[in-house]
């Protein structure tokens, strides 16, 4: 069983639409989610950063963590068809390794 | 700002041979971390490089080695390709090697045949 576990998708929503992605993990020493877009052929980006458990908000974005049933989420409003990519989930313990998803593929339908 | 740049871009080896893949970090970065990307699969950590000094290993055999240079540029290296190691290779540079943030660069494209 791998550590973090993401669906695959395709996840496909008409433009305008609230994308949700989540992820679960069995590691509880990790304590920093983030998320990352990755277009095709380029490197992942990083959208959200979170520490701990609870919810950060930026523009479209809303990253959620609840640590207590090892489950995080990005929530996307009003979703463009620019925000069609892959979104990796990542997590770190106290040290220096990212552990990621396996990404969910998006796309946005005009 | 200069982001994070790696070279080359695409490279196509036989199995067995070596390969050296470059990164030039940041600007103002002094740790780079190396990862392993199958298609369709996230990226898998191999390890980090943290003011020239190797600064934790994945789950990776010994002939993935690498080093970063004063510049706090970066190479990995590989010995013995196998088809397997056929994969998309980031580096991604931090401020510290206790950043949470990350810039990755483009990518180089390895498939050994």
């Known amino acids: 069983q791998k550590e973090v576990e993401q669906d695959p998708g395709p996840l496909s929503v008409p433009e305008g639409a609230i994308v949700s992605l989540n992820c679960t993990y069995s590691n509880s020493a990790f304590q920093y989610f983030m998320w990352y877009r990755q277009y095709s052929r380029k490197g992942p980006e990083l959208l959200m950063y979170?520490?701990?458990?609870g919810n950060k908000e930026d523009g479209r974005f809303t990253a959620q963590v609840d640590k207590s049933s090892k489950y995080i989420s990005l929530f996307i409003r009003d979703s463009q068809p620019s925000d069609s990519a892959t979104y990796l989930c990542a997590m770190r313990a106290a040290g220096n390794k990212l552990t990621f998803g396996g990404g969910t593929r998006v796309l946005v339908k005009p | 700002e200069t982001g994070v740049t790696q070279s080359p871009t695409h490279l196509i080896k036989t199995r067995g041979q070596q390969v050296t893949l470059r990164c030039s970090s940041q600007?103002?970065?002094?740790?780079v971390s190396w990862y392993q990307q199958a298609l369709g699969q996230g990226p898998q950590f191999i390890f980090q490089y943290y003011r020239e000094e190797e600064n934790g290993r994945g789950n990776f055999p010994p002939r993935f080695s690498g080093l970063q240079f004063p510049n706090y540029s970066s190479e990995l290296n590989v010995n013995a390709l196998e088809l397997d190691d056929s994969a998309l290779y980031l580096c991604?540079?931090?401020?510290?090697?206790?950043?949470?943030?990350?810039?990755f660069g483009p990518g180089t494209r390895l498939t050994v045949t």
């Open positions: 600007s103002g970065h002094n740790t």
């Open positions: 991604a540079s931090s401020l510290e090697a206790s950043a949470y943030e990350q810039y």
């Open positions: 979170t520490y701990s458990s």
